[in-house]
């Protein structure tokens, strides 16, 4: 028999929020759901009868809200922007002080901001949680980044905690998800109170940005297999499943080696091969690299595995240049292991750059927007049900264990000592594909980023001297402190006088 009235409720049926229902309901919960279409809830109430905590249909909003157990607990799965916007503003008028409204969507992180206050100040109360895992990590556990008013959080918590993707404890590694109705027993959810208002979904934002890298990099080792070593797909397929067994153990790798070996349905072709080379994205990493470029904060890895979807998109020009640009007929004559060992290092030491840059990100935007993230624990719930999971989050949850106020990855012992390690490797790698014309974006400014960090002294200096003389910008002084600007009453450009 249902309760009379629901523990949580469910607005938008498109496939992550069905998955996303039916975790809930796995896990004991009722729920009600609602969507704008009544044909696709009716549907999905028949389609997924006796689960263990059962799933009510409604037709209104009025009778969804009501349905509801108090304080009324609301995730709003849809489109995000107006379409969240949208929802909002019908449940306003029938939700009561107290109530809290989770929004799961990937939304703009000044969006959540701007709703929590609104919400704050009608007595309700508002959270944005990011959601990361795709549909299969919505259906059996995804990783869960909230973030709004804490009391709001200690009243979800049980659910989120729940629903969450689970880790070993001794180890940081996921346990498999279970079959639907059987959920995962034990383990550490992969969810945690991220902090005030946009926290949550700013931390996914980042997520997907560092996502972003991650699968630039593992495309540009692709391209360097193919390319160099003349690598065929099912080859490919058994050195990244091989990597997997490595300090790259993680999600992406293991579905780049099972895409590898993928065979197309239609002509037989390895699968890989019969995909258009144009990329298409959702936003969150433009987003993540713009807000570093707001910031002020260096993050040239992230930003150049957007540009990378953004000149993959023009593939008709490329073409077309392809004609007519030529680049260099250098081919690589060495030995297949020693470059499929550097290929490996060159990935892992970008990918340290990748993560780095990305907590350097958060750190800069705590400050801005008066959180406290505890980055150890952002970075344990990564290891499980998210995208970007992977063996290497669970050094650096204990990087930051170790050091909670560490300035950047780079600078923890076991990243400095596998960056010293590595650093050979990959110094070879960018050079020889520069060498060779192809292009590893994501691999070089990775490298150009290591090095501009670890620099004492960079050209900035002649580039502040510019400023000055051209627009008075000031500049600052070697032998004074800094804070202290000058300027220099700088002489008229001597012009060389033109040939007669």
């Known amino acids: 028999m249902p309760k009379p009235l629901s523990d ?149 918590k049980p659910i989120w905690e729940a629903i969450a993707a689970k880790v070993d404890k001794a180890t940081g590694k996921p346990i498999p998800g279970a079959a639907p109705g059987k959920p995962v027993k034990g383990g550490v959810p992969c969810t945690a109170y991220i902090g005030e208002n946009g926290a949550g979904h700013y931390v996914k934002m980042v997520h997907n940005g560092i996502e972003y890298g991650d699968m630039q990099m593992i495309c540009e080792a692709y391209a360097l297999m193919k390319n160099l070593l003349g ?73 150049e595995a957007v540009f990378a979807r953004c000149i993959s998109a023009v593939k008709e020009e490329r073409v077309a240049a392809s004609k007519i640009l030529k680049g260099p007929s250098k081919k690589y004559r060495g030995s297949r292991k020693a470059l499929l060992a550097a290929i490996h290092d060159a990935l892992y030491c970008s990918k340290i750059c990748s993560y780095a840059q990305g907590f350097q990100l958060m750190r800069e935007a705590q400050k801005e927007y008066n959180w406290k993230l505890k980055f150890g624990e952002i970075a344990s719930i990564w290891r499980g049900g998210c995208i970007i999971r992977a063996a290497f989050l669970q050094k650096i949850t204990e990087a930051y264990e170790k050091n909670p106020k560490l300035a950047n990855l780079l600078l923890d012992p076991y990243f400095k000592s596998s960056v010293r390690k590595a650093q050979e490797n990959w110094r070879k790698v960018v050079s020889l594909a520069a060498e060779c014309g192809v292009p590893v974006p994501t691999f070089s400014s990775s490298l150009a980023y290591f090095d501009g960090y670890r620099s004492a002294r960079l050209p900035a200096n002649l580039l502040q001297a510019q400023r000055d003389f051209f627009g008075a910008h000031t500049y600052e002084r070697v032998d004074q402190p800094r804070g202290k600007f000058f300027h220099l009453d700088w002489p008229a450009p001597s012009r060389p006088q033109s040939a007669v």
């Open 8 to 156: 949580v409720g469910l607005i938008g049926l498109a496939v992550m929020g069905q998955n996303l229902a039916l975790n809930i309901a796995d896990h004991g919960f009722q729920i009600s759901v609602f969507n704008r279409t009544t044909e696709k809830t009716d549907k999905f109430v028949a389609d997924n009868p006796g689960t263990p905590g059962g799933v009510v249909g409604t037709k209104t909003l009025q009778e969804f809200v009501q349905s509801l157990a108090k304080p009324r607990k609301i995730i709003i799965l849809v489109q995000a922007g107006k379409g969240t916007d949208a929802v909002i503003d019908g449940l306003a008028p029938l939700i009561e002080a107290g109530d809290i409204v989770v929004d799961g969507g990937n939304s703009l992180w000044t969006d959540t901001i701007r709703r929590e206050k609104a919400f704050r100040e009608k007595g309700f109360r508002f959270m944005g949680s990011g959601v990361s895992g795709g549909e299969e990590g919505a259906r059996f556990g995804p990783s869960l980044m909230p973030g709004g008013d804490f009391a709001a959080w200690l009243e979800i």
């Open 231 to 303: 690598l065929k797909p099912a080859e490919m397929a058994a050195v990244f499943t091989e990597w997997n067994r490595s300090v790259l153990d993680s999600f992406l790798i293991e579905i780049t080696a099972d895409i590898l070996g993928q065979k197309d349905p239609v002509t037989g072709k390895p699968f890989v091969d019969v995909v258009l080379d144009a990329a298409g994205q959702k936003g969150t990493g433009k987003w993540t690299a713009t807000n570093a470029l707001d910031m002020g904060v260096s993050a040239p890895t992230i930003a």
